[in-house]
């Protein structure tokens, strides 16, 4: 089970920190990562953790980081320098069997999703 926080609403240019708690599986044995869907739009990967480090889409490089705590099985989305095209939902994600070429039909796992609002 992926339970995401830290959503919310921020003008252009804050922060806000997503949080991803993981129950079950621990984040030592999948890939993990966030995809978010605006309205109208496909899901789409943002960033994810795989064999060879934190990958990104173009778009968040630079302004977002992932990491996680594989003690406490917390994922996090630091994001920073928001815009309002990064307006979306956020899902957690778990089980990427193609790494960071995982379409969204493909993941395993989805939490329930966080929105994140950023007004111009």
């Known amino acids: 089970q992926l339970v995401e926080s830290g959503g919310g609403s921020v003008q252009a240019g804050g922060s806000l920190r997503l949080s991803c708690t993981s129950s079950?599986?621990?984040?030592?044995?999948?890939?993990m990562g966030w995809f978010r869907q605006s309205p109208g739009k496909e899901r789409e990967r943002v960033a994810a953790?795989?064999?060879?480090?934190?990958k990104y889409i173009d778009s968040v490089k630079g302004r977002f980081t992932i990491s996680q705590d594989n003690v406490k099985n917390i994922l996090y989305l630091q994001m920073n320098s928001l815009k309002p095209e990064d307006t979306a939902t956020y899902y957690c994600?778990?089980?990427?069997?193609?790494?960071?070429?995982?379409?969204?039909?493909?993941?395993?796992?989805w939490g329930q999703g966080t929105q994140v609002t950023v007004s111009s």
């Open positions: 994600v778990a089980d990427l069997p193609m790494g960071w070429n995982t379409p969204a039909g493909g993941v395993g796992y």
């Open positions: 953790i795989v064999s060879d480090g934190a």
């Open positions: 079950g599986k621990s984040n030592y044995d999948v890939y």
